[in-house]
T-cell receptor
Framework: DTAVSQTPKYLVTQMGNDKSIKCEQNLGHDTMYWYKQDSKKFLKIMFSYNNKELIINETVPNRFSPKSPDKAHLNLHINSLELGDSAVYFC????????????FGPGTRLTVT | KNEVEQSPQNLTAQEGEFITINCSYSVGISALHWLQQHPGGGIVSLFMLSSGKKKHGRLIATINIQEKHSSLHITASHPRDSAVYICAVIKPASGSRLTFGEGTQLTVNP
């Protein structure tokens, strides 16, 4: 019974394609996040949703669009993929938007060729 | 310059050694997290601190708010402690946005 799950774990695609990564949490949390870890292993927040409402939107290209159909799900859709989008994307969740213990998903390794 | 700096970047130790990883930050914070990233890539939260000291098993985390510094200590290190340890802070009025350090790669040899 995984707390935060992501699909797929690996994603290899060509430049210009559109792809989605899905995230689900069964912890009953109301806040979910997307983080990007680059090739140097540096983590950076991309988006955060609280109760399906966008509360953090860092400087991320418009090609990235998060969607939260309900509190338990936060998906990330990426249009017109570029080589620089290659990274590991982590989903996480917490209870409350005010900075609490965060639980991370296993990550999705995206490779754009 | 990154708002959160960790040292050292890489650390190699022998099994049984006492290990210290340091984190310094240049901004006001409401909390500080220590995270562990396993060789397989998974990330686990170890501690969340806003003052003082916390202990969990062989891991100890301390924070000095005045000096803007935190340390993560591992006592009696073991090869299974080999991982990347990441410091992250939450700034006031930033919601739950984590600002990360670059991580410390720890290798513990048997």
């Amino acid at each position: 019974d995984t707390a935060v799950s992501q699909t797929p774990k690996y994603l290899v695609t060509q430049m210009g394609n559109d792809k989605s990564i899905k995230c689900e949490q069964n912890l009953g949390h109301d806040t979910m996040y997307w983080y990007k870890q680059d090739s140097k292993k540096f983590l950076k927040i991309m988006f955060s949703y609280n109760n399906k409402e966008l509360i953090i939107n860092e400087t991320v290209p418009n090609r990235f669009s998060p969607k939260s159909p309900d509190k338990a799900h936060l998906n990330l859709h990426i249009n017109s993929l570029e080589l620089g989008d290659s990274a590991v994307y982590f989903c996480a969740s917490s209870q409350g938007p005010a900075g609490r213990w965060q639980y991370f998903g296993p990550g999705t390794r995206l490779t754009v060729t | 310059k990154n708002e959160v700096e960790q040292s050292p970047q890489n650390l190699t130790a022998q099994e049984g050694e006492f290990i210290t990883i340091n984190c310094s930050y240049s901004v006001g914070i409401s909390a500080l997290h220590w995270l562990q990233q396993h060789p397989g890539g998974g990330i686990v939260s170890l501690f969340m601190l806003s003052s003082g000291k916390k202990k969990h098993g062989r891991l100890i985390a301390t924070i000095n708010i005045q000096e803007k510094h935190s340390s993560l200590h591992i006592t009696a290190s073991h090869p299974r402690d080999s991982a990347v340890y990441i410091c992250a802070v939450i700034k006031p009025a930033s919601g739950s946005r984590l600002t990360f350090g670059e991580g410390t790669q720890l290798t513990v040899n048997p």
